[in-house]
């Protein structure tokens, strides 16, 4: 097997991604919350780079279904339903709705991914669940770290090095310098994924305003064992999407 | 003091590096080579980006004066006088010259620095020398890694690492994410820095062509004890500069 590891989406574009296998990494906050919110009972999640293009699909949406969701500087965008903050994804809020999801760094590198042959969404909530998918499909992978503004996060780093890591417990694998620095990162943090989250850029710039709970929740390794994988515009549930596609082959 | 890691010199140009005090890194191996050819006579470097603009400048001066170097795919160039080897950059060769120098990588990123308020040109061979030059100044610096081909090079990272590990020996140094990335590398890695290099990418290519050497003569920590500087266009010794600019300033 092969993986190799985008430190952000700079310089990425829906070409370069066309064709590949990618998992996208966003751990503060948007895989997080997009984890939550499918496994709150979300019907999809769409995501798209900027506010005008979700106000736009929300209104071609019927109101009752639909709910917007995103940040802007890490806080709830005006007008919409639902912040950034994976907490706020409860069954109650967003089961059965679709959520038209907008944020600064995650959203738009899942959205430079919708041309991928695989586009699955991962961060610590999931990984071992990522990890047996990468494992299960197998051949060459692209990890790509959403990262902040352009440039690198460190918790992205981690995140990749720890599913590298990980699947190289089951399998040979061949990676790239970035491959190699994500795995030494992992294994310097890997005894307080909390405290590397605390650390982080990131992570101090949340805690200030207010979201150091989040914190903790995008640290809770394998606690929403789902995988969300880009299907169309939309983000959801791979398992549905297979059975789906197998209740299709049937009826066909 | 403060320093930011870039990893690349994507997104980074003339303009955002205007104004800052720069060290830039490219191990393997224009930053080596640069430190070998002014510490064997060269009367300065001058850095470009391209083989158009290089045959350009070499054609205003004298050719008894001045040497084409540089390489594309790690190969000398044809028609130049001499590759990216530093191992050809002896005292024979390059004393008293002027060399004209374009790389894949390193010269770009040093050509984006013209605007800096100071940029210094940094590798292990001249590790010590930086350090102590920047924590004289003091106060806030930017490392700019080469990286290779506008993606990362872990051993331009460790370097930077090894530098701010040593600056934060003699004080106190507030990084980023980046940063933090680079220590933990360098940490990693400083049992044996050839074998980083060997384990590299970029090192493994150059291996396979041909330059197993130079990797050897790249890990050599502190064996060219100098601080080439950028001044206008063209990069001399640091203390060189300096002896200049306290003749102008005596007779003037």
Chains 1, 2 share one sequence.
């Not at 106000?55 to 109101?63: D, F, P, Q, Y």
């Not at 600064?104 to 047996?132: D, E, H, P, W």
């Not at 190699?180 to 307080?192: D, P, W």
């Not at 305003?209 to 064992?225: E, Q, R, T, V, W």
Request: aromatic share 6%; glycine share 10%; net charge positive.
């Amino acid at each position: 097997m092969k993986i190799e590891v985008f430190f952000s989406p700079a310089g990425v574009d829906e070409l370069s991604m066309r064709g590949r296998n990618v998992v996208i990494i966003d751990v503060l906050r948007a895989s997080s919350t997009i984890c939550n919110a499918l496994n709150s009972g979300a019907r999809e999640v769409i995501p798209t780079p900027d506010i005008e293009n979700a106000t736009k699909i929300a209104s071609n949406l019927s109101g009752d279904s639909r709910l917007l969701g995103g940040e802007r500087q890490g806080k709830k965008i005006d007008g919409f339903d639902l912040g950034n903050s994976p907490l706020e994804y409860t069954p109650e809020k967003v089961g059965g709705k679709t959520i038209i999801f907008t944020t600064t760094n995650g959203a738009g590198a899942i959205y430079k991914c919708r041309y991928a042959s695989m586009a699955l969404v991962g961060t610590f909530v999931n990984v071992s669940s990522i990890v047996q998918t990468i494992v299960g499909i197998g051949g060459t992978w692209t990890i790509l770290c959403a990262g902040r503004q352009g440039s690198f996060s460190v918790e992205d780093v981690t995140c990749a090095g720890m599913i590298i890591s990980k699947v190289q417990a089951a399998a040979e694998v061949e990676t790239d310098d970035a491959g190699l620095t994500a795995v030494i990162l992992y294994k310097n943090f890997k005894r307080s994924i909390l405290g590397m989250l605390r650390r982080s850029e990131h992570g101090k710039y949340l805690t200030s305003i207010g979201f150091s709970k989040d914190l903790k929740f995008c640290a809770a390794i394998d606690s929403i064992p789902v995988v969300p994988a880009v299907d169309g515009v939309g983000i959801k549930l791979r398992h549905s999407l297979a059975e789906a596609s197998a209740k299709t082959s049937q009826t066909s």
